[in-house]
Nanobody
C-alpha cells in the first residue's frame, strides 16, 4: 500500500522559510513524478510545484516561482519543498502527490494526473 507522508507544516511570520517533506512510502517504482498542491479555505486546490524523477525538469506556479524550490527525489524518493520569503497568501494546506511515470523526465501540472496523495500539512503565514 502506497502512503505519502508529509511533514514540515507550521505557523510562521511573513518573510520566514519552511521546508516541507514528502516521503512516498511503499512506492518502489523506477520512475515517479512528484508534485505539491495547496488549498486555502474556500478555494480550489492549486498546483504549486512538480519535479520529474530525473530531477532535470521542475515546474512552478507563477505565484511561487523564485521563492519555492522543489528537490529531485532522493534515493528513497523523498521530495522536499523549500519555501522562502513566505507571504500570507501562501497560507494553505499543502498536499504532496505522486504518480508512476514511464519517462524519468515527466512531471505534470494537473492534479488529475497524480494517483497518490498525502493527507496534507498546514502552513500558516501571519504576523
Amino acid at each position: 500500500q502506497v502512503q505519502l507522508v508529509e511533514s514540515g507544516g507550521a505557523s510562521v511570520q511573513p518573510g520566514d522559510s519552511l521546508r516541507l517533506s514528502c516521503a512516498p512510502n511503499g512506492l518502489t517504482l523506477r520512475s515517479i513524478a512528484v508534485a505539491w498542491f495547496r488549498q486555502a479555505p474556500g478555494k480550489e486546490r492549486n498546483f504549486v510545484a512538480a519535479v520529474s524523477f530525473s530531477g532535470d525538469n521542475t515546474y512552478y506556479s507563477d505565484s511561487v516561482k523564485g521563492r519555492f524550490t522543489i528537490s529531485e527525489p532522493s534515493p528513497r524518493n523523498t521530495v522536499y519543498l523549500q519555501m522562502n520569503n513566505l507571504k500570507p497568501e501562501d497560507s494553505a494546506v499543502y498536499y504532496c502527490a505522486a504518480t508512476p511515470t514511464t519517462n524519468r523526465d515527466t512531471a505534470y501540472y494537473t492534479a488529475a494526473k497524480y494517483r497518490y496523495w498525502g493527507q496534507g500539512t498546514q502552513v500558516t503565514i501571519s504576523s
